[in-house]
């Protein structure tokens, strides 16, 4: 497993950017697949965004073509940059490691970080 730490969150208006962060610890980053998910108050856990250890990425319908993850093996770190940011894009932001992932989000997450907040403000 790996240890994650998000960082990047923060109060943003409507039609903002921000870009998250997510460093991990262990040498075997390159082998895992990475996803970001978010989850608002009273509501269900979300999955956002993944990219697969061989660079593939995928996308939930809500975010598709304002959202882009990216990972640098070299940094050990997985970015998601957020633009055109939503008042509804306004939740607490995770990422996860996992071995294998779908393209619709399913994976075997065996390792998380505390989350990050993020703030869409209209």
């Known amino acids: 497993q790996v240890q994650l730490v998000e960082s990047g969150g923060g109060l943003v208006q409507a039609g903002g950017s921000l870009r998250l962060s997510c460093a991990a610890s262990?040498?075997?980053?390159?082998?895992?697949?990475m996803a970001w998910f978010r989850q608002a108050p009273g509501k269900e856990r979300q999955f956002v965004a993944a990219?697969?250890?061989?660079?593939?990425?995928y996308y939930a319908d809500p975010v598709k073509g304002r959202f882009a993850i990216s990972r640098d093996n070299a940094k050990n770190t997985v970015y998601l940059q957020m633009n055109s940011l939503k008042p509804e894009d306004t939740a607490a932001y995770y990422c996860?490691?996992?071995?294998?992932?779908?393209?619709?989000?399913?994976?075997?997450?065996?390792?998380w970080g505390q989350g990050t907040q993020v703030t869409v403000s209209s």
């Open positions: 996860a490691a996992s071995l294998w992932i779908a393209s619709d989000g399913r994976g075997d997450f065996g390792s």
């Open positions: 262990g040498r075997t980053f390159s082998s895992y697949s």
């Open positions: 990219i697969s250890w061989s660079d593939n990425t």
